[in-house]
């Protein structure tokens, strides 16, 4: 099963978009938008730069979790993981951003 893009809406009415893995786990998320046409671009960027490895930049948490943010080309962040136990929980992560996001589908929700 294919993983998608899901665009969606803050409670402040911004729109964010979500990488899901085939099995619904989102693998990234993304920030805010005051427009969807910002959020599509999103989308697009994720798609553009996540298989590329030089753009993941690996960190740890305050509280010792691993996570990662993908950069676009300028260095900005685009999306950021969800929080893993382990190193090698986050490179998976980081894989499936690979996998996922060239071929992903995009499903808007706010339609």
Known sequence: ???KFV????SNGDFQFNLKAGNGQV???SQGYADKAGCRNGIDSVKKNGADDARYERK???NNKFFFNLLAGNGQVIGTSEMYESESGRESGITSVKNNAPDADVVDETV
């Not at 665009?7 to 803050?10: N, T």
């Open 60 to 62: 740890l948490s305050t």
């Open 7 to 10: 665009i969606g809406k803050r």
């Open 27 to 29: 693998i990234l998320g």
């Open 1 to 3: 099963m294919a993983g």
